[in-house]
């Protein structure tokens, strides 16, 4: 039991439950075949290479399309005692080639989850399945605007997404996770234009996409919860992303204050309305309510719920589902960009990791294993003490990094212990814990110049060889000290 002793704190709980993860347009490829629709990921790598920094796509990526027999490999490998589920991401386009069902479905598509599916449970591996991981149909994008409709449409045809997977999946899939990261979506996607389907709009459109991600996300847990709950005896819920942050000082109330706008803006924005009232954070309303006012707009940048919608949103969620990287030193800031309010500017924050913390591949993620701990202290204290699962930390490597991977190593060994700490001290409700990623993959506008893998992914072989790395042999053995197999 090589891993009990590596933690000062004691071990885990038994029941806790041990994942990896990873999601439909990084792994699978296959990206026109069989009737899959096209994606707004298809679409933004196809057209707009110059994004990607690789000039990459995800056309084949993984070919986990077609390798269903190496994925399942390679997880099983890693179960050791307790490596009890697999988190993946359900291609909607590849269900639903338009994005709406009356146009069809495609059965083929429908037929290799079900296939995934079954051999996971086969292998005695739990599927936690995440319905929407970015890659939203490109038909939706064209017709309706996609995420920044708000006719109420695009609610609809996510509804009727959702349903059909509870009605053919549900049997077998008790965690479902409705959206991955909304912020990203709002931000990267509908904000600044970096991530697909790179629509500038970065003080309204941010904004609407957010609300009506919301709305969606509150509509599938309502169906869930009134149609499929009480035959399948499932749980749903949503995964936040969330970087920790601390004032620049803490002998500055302006700095503290500053931290905590920036938390309701990123966290907030999401868990107000989904776990406390219903709506957006006071201070969002506030800010954004007053930088409006400057710039003479009359109109809500940041859509209003209403009394009926509030309660719609209201405990839609039967778990925290948090992914974690890193955290960022805040200060306060305040400026007025010249082509109109943004998301940045509304919130008088600013913040970046700090020089001192150790790197990784990725610009943004530096290694800060504390900022874990204190998140999850926050979470608990902020939102009355919910279950959580963590459904991702990890972190990158260079393209030419092999198998070696000390600093994942390392990285895990110290951010799970510090996950342990919460656990043990302060009593925070961590159920799980989901490595990122199963395998190397394609990380999105750096295509595959970062690898997150477990295991190392040979992307000039077609064969798209899996080869463990030294972090899965340390993950297995981490995860063999609990007896618990499903989250
Ligand atoms: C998450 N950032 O995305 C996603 O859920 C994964 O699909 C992704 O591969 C993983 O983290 C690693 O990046 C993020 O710029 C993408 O701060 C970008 C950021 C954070 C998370």
Known sequence: ???????????????????????????????????????????????????????????????????????????????????????FSLSWPRIIPTGEINDGINQPGVDYYNNLIDELLANNIQPMVTLYHWDLPQALQDKYEGWLDQSGIIVKAFADYTDF????????????????????TAQLGYGVAAFAPG???????????????????????????????????????????????????????????????????????????IFNSGDYPDVMIWNVGNRSEYYNITYDRLPKFTEEEKELNKGTSDFFGLNHYTSNLIVPCSYYPEEGPTYDSDQEACGDGCAEWPPSASSWLYQVPWGIRKLLIWIKRTYGDPVIYITENGISEHFSDGLDDDIRVNYYKNYIDEVLKAIKEDDVNVKGYTAWSLMDNFEWAEGYSERFGLHWVNFTDPERTRIPKKSASYYRSLAGSGTYVRP
Request: charged fraction near 20%; proline fraction near 3%; aromatic fraction near 16%.
């Open 1 to 87: 039991e090589p891993s009990h002793e590596i933690f000062y704190y004691g071990d885990f709980p038994n029941t806790f439950a041990w994942g990896t993860t990873s999601s439909a347009y990084q792994i699978e490829g296959g990206w026109n075949e069989d009737g899959k629709g096209v994606s707004i990921w298809d679409e933004f790598t196809h057209k707009l290479q110059s994004q990607i920094s690789d000039g990459s796509s995800g056309n084949a990526a993984c070919d986990s399309y077609h390798r269903i027999d190496q994925d399942i490999k390679i997880i099983k490998e890693l179960r050791g005692i307790s490596v009890g589920y697999y988190r």
């Open 165 to 184: 997977c509870f009605k053919t999946y549900g049997d077998r899939v008790k965690f479902w996770i409705t959206f991955n990261e909304p912020f990203i």
């Open 199 to 273: 629509h500038y709009s970065p003080g309204e459109g941010v904004y609407y996409a957010a609300h009506s991600i919301i709305k969606s996300h509150a509509q599938a847990y309502h169906i869930y919860n009134n149609t499929y709950r009480e035959s399948q005896k499932g749980q749903i819920g949503i995964t936040l992303n969330t970087n920790w942050v601390e004032p620049m000082t803490t002998t500055d109330l302006d700095h503290i204050e500053a931290s905590q706008r920036s938390l309701a803006f990123s966290t907030g924005w999401f868990a107000e309305p």
